[in-house]
């Protein structure tokens, strides 16, 4: 006996067992005749006549209760029961754990997030490198945050808003720095640090301003502190009023 000939009786054999359950019942062999002209090859045609619940509900209602135990009790189940004790929270990847403790040691990168999301900019800040982190920082502390905000939103452009807030940097890489604060000053010169001119005409620098500093630009009708700083201007001067006594 080959194998495939064990193989045929063992199915006839299960069928024949399905057949006196009442599971399935000799079907309409015309069907297969018409597709199969042999009748040694010829496959037999099973109907089911499996009948369907009568009740509609084969469970208990309540469900598995002290009184109504499961029915698969005696079964050995392969699936895992649900523990009573919670289960072991996942560790945090390393690159999450890494950009949080970025965040943590940039609180103005933080700030600036939040200024920019009231102000509508939808630019993540979370995905940041450590360098740009830092560079960003070092832009709060020169500029400040209501300057950055400012800058971002000029170059904000709502069909195509920037996805993350590194494309900001350059913008305020370009960002002219503020002028410092004018120094305190010694009661002897107003206040842009200049005293009266001397018996030359020359314009007298304080010595308790810094050297160097930045003047900013005079209001109107006020003479600017730098043309007063430029010798050329003195001179000028010096010669007008040699001009006008001779004349």
């Known amino acids: ?17 399905l057949a006196q359950l009442r599971l399935i019942s000799r079907g309409d062999q015309q069907r297969v005749a018409a597709t199969i002209a042999r009748e040694d090859r010829r496959p037999t045609c099973y109907n089911l006549t ?18 109504r135990p499961r029915g698969d009790t005696h079964v050995t189940r392969t699936v895992l029961e ?49 360098e740009k982190a830092s560079m960003i920082a070092h832009a709060v502390d020169v500029h ?15 069909q195509d808003p920037a996805r993350s807030a590194a494309a900001w940097i350059p913008t305020w890489q370009e960002l002219r720095p503020p002028r410092p ?10 206040e842009y640090g200049w005293r009266p001119d001397d018996e030359l005409g020359r314009a007298v620098r304080c010595p308790c301003r810094r050297i160097g500093f930045e003047w900013p630009e005079a209001p109107i009708g ?15 001067r ?3 009023t040699l001009y006008a006594s001779s004349a």
């Open 222 to 236: 006020v003479p600017s502190a730098r043309r007063r700083a430029d010798p050329r201007a003195a001179h000028d």
């Open 181 to 190: 604060k004018l120094p305190p000053t010694c009661g002897n010169c107003d």
């Open 144 to 158: 400040g945050i209501d300057a950055l905000v400012r800058a971002a939103l000029e170059r904000h452009r709502p």
């Open 1 to 17: 006996m080959t194998a495939s000939s064990h193989q045929r009786r063992q199915v006839q054999r299960c069928l024949a067992a």
């Open 82 to 130: 649900p523990r009573a004790e919670p289960a072991a929270s996942r560790p945090t990847p390393p690159a999450r754990a890494a950009k949080a403790a970025q965040r943590q040691h940039h609180p103005q990168v933080e700030k600036l997030a939040v200024a920019c999301r009231r102000a509508g900019l939808t630019a993540r800040f979370d995905t940041l490198t450590a």
């Open 50 to 67: 499996m009948r369907r619940a009568t009740h509609r509900h084969p469970a208990p209602a309540h469900g598995v209760t002290a009184e």
């Open 238 to 240: 010096t010669h007008r």
